[in-house]
């Protein structure tokens, strides 16, 4: 699967300036990249291959950030 965004197709729900973020921003964007990835011919199993991609990055980037573990 590979998804290709363009900045012009797709609105973000948020300023980019962090901290002046609606509450409800990441569900509005969400639901956002949801019904554009549905509405381009994505199946169900796409979008959650998607979602497990995206939990795979942001684990990693956590794991990164840990200090060592002392044996």
């Given at each position: ?42 199946a ?9 991609e ?12 840990r ?5």
């Open positions: 699967m590979v998804l290709v965004f363009r900045s012009s197709q797709m609105a973000l729900p948020f300023d980019p300036t962090p901290g002046t973020r609606d509450p409800r921003a990441l569900a509005i964007l969400a639901k956002t990249i949801y019904r554009e990835l549905r509405a381009s011919g994505y169900e199993k796409d979008v959650v291959a998607l979602a497990g995206l939990l795979g990055m942001v684990t990693s980037e956590v794991q990164g950030r200090s060592p573990v002392n044996d």
